[in-house]
């Protein structure tokens, strides 16, 4: 993958994941992104580092290049939809963080601080503080301050009731610990760390197929009675598990799985002469899911491109590591490994490779 | 002014802008700050740094104590609603950065690198990437990276047609040169620097006082020849003018005037013992704000709470250093001086004191 691939990879991401079945525009989404593009190779700053699947930018720290600053700026999306419905407004704040969190953490960062964006036709006081206690909540649970914000009531921008919550977080890294996919090598094993729900993607799809008359009626999953619970299940940050695992083995490279599934994400951090093969007998399918792929009647391609399918994270390690790693956390599951790619060949297999 | 109030005021400003006479409800704001504010005092990093003004948030390098951090993040507001009729989109990124490069100018910050976000209900290619390119513009005039954004696309959030655009500055300061508001003294002079129109703030009470019907109507104005040239003329950058003062003058604190105009910006960054005290005859004010003011019959107070009346930035410098700070920045004045404050008194005073 070139460079300004590697750059735009955040930016294209969320525009695929909303896509032809919910009817989003992805053609309008590809236009903006070669757009941006060309902007970023032509202004691409002295100390900005190479990224590392695009999921955060680095920037070389001024008069200290052994370390350098992480960033990524996400929104909740249109899950913000679901919570608006449902009147919850506790946990799309930490699904915000979290998200962010992840982001940083494919290129090893720590977070130091977040800002937070909440923007609404008509600020509802008690939204606003739910939201906010939400990012502060799921900021304190990792270390990171909440360093600003800024609300903003636009009346005339946003529909009437509803809103839309954005942040930035910044963290730090040791440069020389930046993941280096060039040491990724066939026969290394993909550990996998387990998805909930939808996490922050797919809700385009999700609504389409579940529309909110349904949100209220009984589903039972783990993450609660009801679709709308199953909807709303927090995205989890995957920093502790990951650091739990970093001790004990030497972990190559990380994906986080958003929008564009296995199937996109996980090659953003793999060199390209290797490929990702996936048994998906080796986990379990979160039952909304399971439901949406069924209510879609989404096919292998679909479902692997536009849903998490249960993994949210993704480290390679050695195969002699692979055993210690998944020991060190117990939610983690070997569930794949890295094989040698052709030209022409796939970047991401998932077995059994099912035809819808 | 305390701590927390200091912390809150970045959350705080844009709420006031848009205020009672274009129908935004400034109560639900104060609510929900009020809530932000007991988060940010209940959940303080030992690395978050005081805050001057609130205009920044500055968090120390961790390792490098000498050093912070400093962000800010920031919308574009209701001004975006004027470009989209106007179908003008290549200005209001650069109102971004600058509005942001502004703020953390205030604690003396040097921009490192800024992240934008985008969403929008149905993404027009053209408009991101004009919008796109905005920002890219405005980050290269301060050698700063665009290290990464997040373009969404969410329809059933945005109304048709409409979009938001946000963003996140980050920079560096040394400790040691964080403007500190103990240092202003009475008899300070205060240095002003031109506004060229409302910048990013006023723009749901011009849009209710000059309805869109009137955009294109000839309004002759340093910005351009019609209403819409002048309501979307850029809001500057005060980078630049700034440092050349720095270099020959002793700059003891700063100010942006965003939203809450000169009464409420100038008092963030002064001591409570003092007051600041402007003389309007000093300055000129912009074509387009004397036509809000005589549109809107707005009284002296409330002109100098909503508006920037022409000042867009404030630096406050010993009497003896005050011609060489505008020596070295033609478009700078002197518009005041600081004088003692006794309790009771207010923070601003603007002469001739009119009455609506």
Same mark, same amino acid.
């Given at each position: 993958m070139s460079k300004e691939d590697e750059v735009l990879r955040e930016r294209e991401a969320p525009l695929r994941d909303a896509y032809a079945l919910a009817g989003v525009n992805i053609d309008a989404g590809n236009a903006a992104? *070669? &757009? =941006? &593009?060309?902007? *970023? *190779?032509?202004? &691409?700053h002295p100390l900005q580092l190479d990224q590392i699947g695009g999921f955060g930018g680095l920037f070389a720290l001024p008069g200290d290049p052994s370390r350098a600053l992480a960033a990524s700026t996400d929104g909740v999306g249109t899950k913000l939809l679901v919570a608006a419905k449902l009147r919850r407004y506790d946990s799309v704040g930490a699904d915000l963080v979290n998200h962010c969190v992840n982001d940083i953490l494919v290129v090893n960062a720590t977070p130091l601080f977040f800002l937070d964006y909440l923007a609404a %036709?008509?600020?509802d006081p008690e939204v606003a503080g739910a939201l906010v206690d939400g990012v502060g909540r799921a900021c304190a649970a990792h270390g990171c301050a909440l360093l600003g914000g800024e609300t903003a009531e636009m009346p005339g921008v946003y529909q009437e009731e509803h809103f839309d919550l954005a942040g930035t977080i910044v963290g730090l890294v040791e440069v020389k610990s930046v993941p280096d996919p060039a040491r990724v090598k066939p026969g290394d094993a993909i550990v996998g760390l387990p998805a909930v729900g939808l996490h922050t993607n797919g809700y385009s799809l999700a609504r389409k197929v579940l529309p909110a008359e349904r949100w209220r009626e009984p589903f039972? /999953? #783990?993450? %609660?009675?009801? =679709?709308? #619970? !199953?909807l709303l299940a927090e995205h989890p940050s995957y920093y502790t598990a990951v650091r739990a695992m970093q001790a004990v083995a030497d972990v190559k490279v990380m994906s986080h799985i958003t929008g564009g599934g296995l199937l996109e994400n996980v090659p953003r951090t793999l060199p390209d002469n290797v490929k990702a093969v996936f048994e998906a007998s080796r986990w379990s399918v979160p039952p909304l899911l399971e439901e949406i792929v069924r209510l879609g009647e989404l096919s292998h391609e679909e479902r692997y491109r536009t849903l998490n399918? %249960?993994? %949210?994270?993704?480290?390679v390690v050695s195969t002699g590591d692979a055993l210690?790693?998944?020991? !060190?956390?117990? /939610?983690a599951k070997v569930v794949g490994w890295i094989e040698a790619r052709a030209d022409g060949d796939p970047h991401v297999v998932v077995h059994p490779a099912r035809t819808a």
């Open positions: 992104v *070669a &757009r =941006y &593009r060309a902007l *970023a *190779a032509s202004r &691409r %036709g008509k600020l039972a /999953s #783990d993450a %609660g009675a009801t =679709y709308g #619970d !199953a399918m %249960g993994i %949210g994270f993704t480290l210690k790693a998944i020991a !060190a956390e117990p /939610s």
